[in-house]
């Protein structure tokens, strides 16, 4: 219990941190967006090649995760369609609730990893953003487009524009054509990877809008608890089923526990979702980790 808290306390001290920055207006209003794309186009991408370029992708945990990530993301996405049916929810709310259950904040799941499981918890980890980032990032569009028909080109063209996805590909090209990081560049990717995740948790913090939680108080509940508690539920029977080792169960479990990615608000007001909800599930979620993250671990331990 000491050592998750140990682990866990600083990446939410930065989350508050960045709130706070905000909140008193320092260093300006226009830093934040600033910072949010300097993440999200160079530093983040920087992580994620790095730790593909190098990684041995005959890593017999590969085919196994994939399988994990198809039954967790697919037993989830198949829950929502029934339920959507039954309630009869519209694209734009249906949109926000799946990005709230199935979207994951990958900046706190990559420093979490990093502080509990080191540098084999990282490769792991990059190995399940480039199956998951892709598959996800299709299931919100469509949700979000559920109402209105939607070419494929509109469901791809987000995937192949999106730089994290972008990352994975090049730096599993550069592994199979075993280019590797030569001449110094690991360490230059390594500095930039170094900045990526205390920035994105500090512009986690900056985008939280506790205003927005007013209203849809029961909607805001139920997504919550679906996320937070049965969604690493769902992946701690896939993991179990499957006989996965202890470090693949234990990445696989905190990326289905995580709370929902803040970019999520963002393709919710471009693609005409209800921008309010998603607000309030990106805030409410965030706050709740700080309890259930540590919760979901010590399930792990035990």
């Known amino acids: ?39 999200y186009f160079i530093l983040f991408p920087a992580l994620l090649f790095s730790s593909l370029a190098s990684a041995p992708l005959d890593n017999p945990a590969l085919p196994r ?16 369609l029934l339920v959507r049916r039954l309630r009869g929810w519209p694209a ?29 918890g990282l490769v792991l980890a990059a190995l ?13 569009v469509w949700s979000l487009s559920a109402d209105r028909a939607v070419s494929l080109s509109g469901l791809l063209l987000p995937i192949l ?41 500090l512009c986690v913090g900056a985008a939280l809008r506790p205003q927005e939680l007013r209203g849809e108080k029961p909607a805001l509940a139920w997504n919550c608890t679906l996320r937070l508690l049965a969604m690493p539920l769902l992946a701690y029977a896939v993991a179990k089923a499957l006989h996965l080792p202890a470090l693949e169960s234990n990445v696989l479990v905190l990326f289905f526990a995580l709370p929902t990615a803040p970019t999520a608000y963002v393709l919710t007001r471009q693609l005409g979702g209800d921008g309010h909800l998603m607000a309030g599930i990106i805030t409410l979620q965030t706050l709740l980790a700080a309890l259930s ?10």
Request: charged content about 5%; overall charge positive; aromatic content about 8%.
């Open 128 to 140: 399940l953003l480039a199956l998951m980032v892709p598959a996800v990032n299709v299931l919100s």
């Open 92 to 120: 734009a709310r249906f949109g926000a609730f799946t990005q709230g259950i199935l979207r994951f904040n990958t900046y706190l799941g990559l420093a979490a990893i990093g502080s509990l499981h080191g540098q084999p």
């Open 293 to 302: 993250l540590p919760l979901v671990l010590i399930l792990l331990a035990a």
């Open 161 to 201: 524009k999106n730089p994290l996805i972008l990352a994975c590909l090049a730096g599993m090209l550069f592994n199979l054509l075993g280019i590797g990081l030569p001449g110094g560049s690991d360490r230059l990717l390594s500095l930039l990877a170094a900045a990526s995740l205390p920035l994105g948790l």
């Open 1 to 39: 219990m000491t050592v998750l808290l140990y682990s866990l306390w600083p990446l939410f001290a930065l989350i508050v941190g960045g709130y706070l920055l905000r909140r008193h207006d320092f260093p300006g209003e226009a830093f934040w967006p600033a910072a949010e794309r300097l993440n």
């Open 65 to 80: 995760l994939a399988l994990a990530v198809l039954l967790g993301l697919g037993g989830g996405w198949l829950a929502l």
